[in-house]
């Protein structure tokens, strides 16, 4: 089976500090990744998506790494601001267009 | 471009109670189409999927059921709700190609009592 992890839970940083979130997940043989973020009591918006040919992928502020070998991901915020705030999630695809998602990081940017 | 929809936002259903969850997608043609169900403090867990009409994959033994009567329209049903139903519901799109991305729509959170 499957699975995906995410540590910490929950995270709290001062604005304007880089942070690094982490995902691992049990299968290395993953066709590619996304990382989402969802607000509370909203759906989700996609941030990045990296696929399984790619070490990293950039939007704006955002970096997402990828290590198949290890089974690690890690999304990368820089010069964080109280707008970050939310739950972020991971989810590989393991090849058969579905995604399994981790249980998230609730990130508290603190003004 | 391409948009999502999903309604209702909130529903609050009694126990036995038949529900019917409704995700339109516009914008795109063929797309796969996506239940999810978010249980307080757990993850995603998919519920169903669909890469055409008529097409149903069921992921999870329940009591709900998903039809795709029309290529852009994903109904999430069932005949009686249960308290374990409760939860927040979300439709998802993507298109088979290059990327693969996931789209997500706003929801609907749904509270059996």
């Known amino acids: 089976k499957q699975e995906v992890t995410q540590i910490p839970a929950a995270l709290s940083v001062p604005e304007g500090e880089n942070l690094v979130l982490n995902c691992s997940f049990t299968d290395s043989a993953i066709y590619n990744l996304q990382w989402f973020r969802q607000d509370p009591g909203k759906g989700l918006t996609s941030l990045l998506l990296?696929?399984?040919?790619?070490r990293e992928q950039t939007s704006g502020r955002l970096n997402a790494s990828l290590d198949k070998s290890s089974g690690r991901s890690t999304l990368y915020i820089a010069a964080s601001q109280p707008g970050d705030s939310a739950t972020y999630l991971c989810?590989?695809?393991?090849?058969?267009?579905?995604?399994?998602f981790g249980t998230g990081t609730r990130l508290t940017i603190i003004p | 471009s391409q948009t999502i929809h999903q309604w209702p936002a909130t529903l609050v259903q009694p126990v036995g109670s038949p529900l019917s969850l409704e995700c339109t997608v516009e914008g795109t043609s063929n797309p796969n189409l996506y239940w999810y169900r978010q249980a307080a403090g757990r993850g995603l867990q998919l519920l169903f999927y669909?890469?055409?009409?008529?097409?149903i994959s069921s992921e999870v033994p329940q009591n709900l059921s998903a039809s795709r009567p029309q290529d852009r329209q994903f109904i999430l049903s069932s005949k009686k709700l249960l308290l374990s139903d409760s939860g927040f519901y979300l439709c998802a799109w993507s298109v088979v190609g290059i990327e693969e991305t996931q789209y997500f729509g706003p929801g609907t959170r749904l509270l059996v009592l």
């Open positions: 989810a590989p695809n393991f090849g058969n267009e579905k995604l399994t």
């Open positions: 669909s890469v055409g009409i008529g097409q």
């Open positions: 990296i696929q399984s040919s790619q």
